[in-house]
């Protein structure tokens, strides 16, 4: 996945280039396969609750192949978002962790609203 991710990145930099966002999108798809496997890949992205974020990552590809690469991304994003959503606080809590810039990630989490949640509960 870091090779798909690095792909997207420089898809982006280089004003939304059609070639460089589908290969990032290629090997994306492909390094989920390789670390969670086919079986549960497929599973993941057919569950009822992430239909409508495989629909819109799909519908993304789909544009970027088809010429129109920033509304493809964007649409593309959208789906990301909606279908590794409930990551983002692990991905958050992970980014806190980080020996020298931690603190300061966990500062600008808190100041976004995306920190965390229920923290004032007590245990």
Do not use: C, H, S
Not at 38 to 60: D, I
Not at 63 to 79: A, D, K, M, Q, S
């Amino acid at each position: 996945m870091p090779k798909g991710g690095f792909f997207l990145i420089a898809g982006v930099i280089l004003l939304f280039d059609r070639a460089m966002l589908a290969m990032g999108n290629i090997l994306f798809i492909l390094g989920l396969t390789l670390i969670i496997g086919p079986q549960k890949t497929l599973l993941f992205f057919a569950r009822r609750q992430k239909l409508k974020g495989t629909a819109a990552f799909m519908v993304g590809i789909l544009l970027i192949l088809f010429r129109w690469p920033l509304v493809g991304f964007l649409i593309e994003l959208y789906g990301i978002f909606v279908l590794f959503g409930d990551f983002l606080g692990t991905i958050g809590g992970f980014a806190r962790n980080v020996p020298v810039v931690g603190p300061y990630l966990g500062q600008a989490l808190d100041r976004l609203g995306t920190g965390r949640r229920n923290a004032e509960l007590p245990v």
